[in-house]
């Protein structure tokens, strides 16, 4: 009986260890034990390869005996929050997770297209083989979507034994497509470097092209020298152009733009001289209408005829201009029936040639011109695409000091952007600035607009043809291309001694030879006076231009005259400073010229030994502007130093910009402070005017000469 008590006790112990265990094994398996999904469970599975793994068992949660087997109050709904955090997290990590898995596998897998056959022979032939002379078996079995295996074993069936790496040529290839029964053509590359058969192209699709707009007309002045085309080319300017800005045009350029009732028109420039007529050519190609000028007090003249020819050659309309009717003897009558023989009939005859009487220099009926002008456009309805890729033609290039090449062209079709890639003529480059005919920057250049381009690689020829490309390395490869295809041609170009032309080469031996350096300011005038020059006949006298250029006489010019016994001829161009003293030490003669007949009609009395007595000019002073005003009624002062020499009042000058001769005219006035001056010396300030002439801009240089008479030597 006394032990009774401790082994109560004792068991009571016992029973307490087994509920403390048993309330520490439920907090172990609390809610914080969570049962693995059967897909990480997968996941988890160690390869077969390997042990196994001992299997881990996760131990029941304890029923609970108050609750029973049913579901409490408090146990919660699966799925939902509730008290029973385990079953919660058991069914959101196991049943639903799995399920959205599976469904959102299978909405992949409907989102997926089907894969398409990746073996060849289980690809359908292509209708045609487009395929270029010298491919392999394996580039047609890529075209073609055939083993290279099976091709060379369908021409070993053919009786062609060749291996997938050797070339087919075209009649291989052929048969090859005959065997399969497919059609076969040869792929045409076209030459990207013939541009002006790009050019053509490009014109002829432009034509054809739905995003076409109305542009303005494109109009050449022609007409025999002295007939008034320059004044009324001024007329024009200071009227519709730069009525607002002092000096009026300020850039050099052969086209410009006026505006009339909110139009553009746009007119070319081409010089009259009978040296001009290529130039004169040009125009009329680039053109879409031909105004002739002719004096009615002069009548029909060779130039005119030249120009009637050009235009119908070009297949342009013609209106005529009867100019200087302010004149006491103009007779337009006698001017109207001597175009009449050139089949230039008026309208009041029957004819459709549009004739208007005008004065340039007092503007009558100027407007009427213009009004006639834009009559014309509107019937030839005169279109271009601006969307397209930039055409056009160069007007006139030279080269820039500081600015390198420089080109005037005319925009036909698209638009020209500063930036875009260009190839013209023989070079090419990437347009670096762009200045429009009034002297401003513009970002892009739409059809009909003439605009000063810079970035070239070298100065291209007149008339040469502008294409824009997608990229510079096309460009670039091109422009290259080009130019070696123009070295080659001059290599070809020099003439061989052969038994056929050895008398011929004698003969030439045995003549004279006047060997000149050529130089100009513009291309223009390089091929025209080198042409001229070219045609000049004297019995056993020819002349021989051994080098021709734009831009100022420099000391390379002097070195090559020197070393070739030659003289040089600079056309509306003066010498560099160091080229003028090599050229003083070396004995090289140096002839200036501003007016192309003089240095034609020099050449030929040189030629003919019997060079008269002649008026040669001396340079006296030199000046540089240092600062310009503008006064009313009296036009630009130019603030100029005295660098060397001396000017005098009345005196001739000069304005050089660049190295290139931008007018030659007279002095005006010479003033010494307020006071009226005679002469100025060396080292001393003046201030200027220049007759008819305001385009005066800081940095310029004067150059003043006097004419003296020179003994024949």
Known sequence: ?????????????????????????????????????????????????????????????????????????????PGRKGKNQFFNNHNEHSDRSERKRRKNKKRQQEQKPKKQPTKRKERPLPETLIYEEGMNAQDIGKLIHREPAEIVKKLFMLGVMTNQNQSLDKDTIELLAAEYGINAKQKVHEDISDIDTLYDKRMEASKKSKNQVKRPPVVTIMGHVDHGKTTLLDRLRHTHVSAHEAGGITQKIGAYQVRLDDRLITFLDTPGHAAFS????????????????????????????????????????????????????????????????????????GGDTIFVNISAKTGQNVDDLLQMILLQAD????????????????????????????????????????????????????????????????????????????????????????????????????????????????????????????????????????????????????????????????????VNIIHSGVGAINESDVTLAGASNAFIIGFNVRPTATAKSQAETEGVDIRLYSIIYKAIDDVTAAMKGMLEPTYEEK???????????????????????????????????????????????????????????????????????????????????????????????
């Open 1 to 77: 009986k006394k032990e009774q008590p401790v082994n109560n006790k004792k068991k009571t112990n016992k029973e307490n260890n087994t509920k403390k265990s048993e309330s520490v094994e439920k907090k172990v398996i609390g809610p914080k034990i969570l049962k693995p999904s059967p897909a990480r469970l997968k996941k988890n599975q160690p390869s077969t390869n390997d042990k196994p793994a001992v299997k881990v068992s996760i131990p029941e949660p304890p029923k609970d005996e108050k609750r029973g087997n049913g579901r409490g109050k408090n146990m919660g709904k």
């Open 278 to 349: 290529n130039m004169r050519a040009r125009g009329a190609e680039i053109t879409d209408i031909v105004v002739l000028v002719v004096a009615a007090d002069d009548g029909v003249m060779p130039q005119t005829v030249e120009a009637i020819d050009h235009a119908k050659s070009a297949n342009v309309p013609i209106i005529v201009a009867i100019n200087k009717m302010d004149k006491p003897g103009a007779n337009p009558q006698h001017v109207t029936e001597e175009l009449m023989k050139y089949n230039l009939i008026p309208e009041d005859y």
């Open 379 to 542: 019937v030839m309805e005169l279109k271009a695409n601006p969307t397209e890729m930039a055409i056009g033609t160069v007007i006139e290039a030279r080269l820039s000091r500081g600015r390198g090449p420089v080109a005037d062209v005319l925009i036909q079709q698209g638009t020209l952007n500063v930036g875009d890639p260009i190839v013209v003529g023989d070079t090419f480059g990437r347009v670096r600035t762009m200045t429009n005919d009034r002297g401003r920057q513009v970002k892009k250049a739409t059809p009909s607009e003439p605009v000063e381009i810079t970035g070239l690689n070298d100065v291209p020829e007149s008339a040469d043809k502008l294409v824009e490309f997608k990229d510079e390395k096309t460009a670039r490869s091109v422009g290259e291309a080009r130019a070696q295809q123009a070295l080659q041609k001059s290599r070809e170009n020099v003439q061989h001694v052969t038994l056929d032309n050895l008398f011929d080469t004698m003969k030439k031996e045995n003549m004279k030879e006047v060997d000149i350096v050529l130089k100009a300011d513009v291309q223009g005038s390089v091929e025209a006076l080198q042409q001229s020059l070219e045609k000049i006949e004297v019995e056993g006298v020819r």
């Open 619 to 713: 340079v006296i002073g030199n000046l540089t502007v240092r600062e310009t005003w503008k006064v009313s009624k009296v036009g630009t002062i130019a603030g100029s130093f005295v660098d060397k020499g001396l000017v005098k009042n009345n005196a001739k000058i000069r304005v050089i910009r660049d190295g290139i001769v931008k007018y030659d005219g007279e002095i005006a006035s010479l003033k010494r402070f307020k006071d009226d001056a005679k002469e100025v010396k060396q080292g001393n300030d003046c201030g200027l005017t220049i007759k008819d002439y305001n385009d005066i801009k800081v940095g310029d240089e004067f150059e003043v000469y006097e004419m003296q008479q020179v003994e024949p030597k």
